[in-house]
């Protein structure tokens, strides 16, 4: 498989929601973002985890905590309680690397690995998530209301409204279809 015919990554501004949108379309036709190793090599460098290599262990370690983080974000963004094995997983991904954070000189937080090694950059992935499900940021945990995406999402819009994991695809997808179905139904003879 060419690496033209990878289907293009989603990105939002949160790395673990980031991360568990390398599968999409969870509720309608899955759509593998990282179907290869170096697929996710290639994911981690736009976040700036650069890793020097990627096994196939190693990428199904990697399914085997976006799956963790999915679980567990929808658990949240459903108000139930976060089911404990998903704590585990995360916590042991969180310990199984050596990463640590950075303040650069504009005032951001960085990670460092203390290695090129995905065990380092996945370690970095489920601290975010962490943070994010210990509620440590100012936001919200949500899924999106498309029926066949129903991602989970951290919404940071000042009003905590956001019902889309992004616009561009699943919010303007639904738009298209209400609007649609509204021409069909104004064009429907009146009997």
Not at 1 to 21: D, I, N, Q, Y
Not at 99 to 108: D, N, P, R, V, W
Not at 174 to 185: G, I, P, V
Request: aromatic share 6%.
């Amino acid at each position: 498989m060419s690496a033209r015919t990878f289907p293009e990554f989603r990105l939002g501004k949160v790395l673990a929601t980031s991360f568990t949108a390398t599968l999409t379309e969870r509720c309608g036709e899955p759509v593998e973002r990282i179907p290869a190793p170096s697929r996710l090599v290639d994911w981690l460098a736009v976040w700036g985890l650069m890793v020097d290599s990627c096994t196939e262990t190693q990428l199904d370690h990697a399914r085997e905590l976006r799956e963790t983080i999915h679980a567990a974000l929808t658990a949240a963004g459903n108000q139930k309680p976060v089911p404990s094995w998903t704590v585990q997983g995360i916590n042991d991904y969180s310990v199984g690397g050596q990463a640590s954070a950075i303040l650069t000189s504009e005032g951001s937080r960085e990670w460092r690995l203390g290695s090129a090694s995905v065990e380092d950059a996945l370690s970095v992935i489920a601290a975010d998530a962490i943070s994010i499900l210990a509620e440590e940021r100012r936001g919200r945990i949500a899924l999106c209301a498309s029926s066949t995406c129903q991602a989970a999402f951290f919404d940071t819009s000042r009003s905590g409204t956001r019902r889309w994991c992004e616009m561009n695809t699943c919010g303007n997808r639904e738009k298209k279809s209400r609007f649609f179905a509204n021409k069909r139904n104004n064009l429907s003879p009146v009997g």
